[in-house]
């Protein structure tokens, strides 16, 4: 017997902090690489921990800043 999937399930995950980031709202922000290649995915820190951000703008805002700060500490 096979029972119908739940719509979200939560799963705990191991990722390699690159930055931290907090809006002007007070919202803090994750940047970190989730796998051994090296993607990179942001999350949103809630009162149940991080959740990956779904929203395509913070998404490219977050990576774009921890490109700049990545970049700038190369140098």
Not at 36 to 50: D, I, L, P
């Amino acid at each position: 017997m096979q029972s119908k999937p739940t719509e979200k399930v939560s799963v705990a995950l191991e990722v390699r902090p690159l930055a931290y980031f907090k809006s002007r709202d007070g919202a803090t922000y994750l940047c970190a690489y989730i796998d051994e290649k090296r993607n990179r995915e942001v999350f949103a820190q809630t009162e149940h921990g991080f959740l990956e951000v779904t929203d395509p703008a913070v998404k490219f805002i977050v990576a774009r800043w921890t490109h700049e700060l990545l970049e700038a500490a190369r140098r």
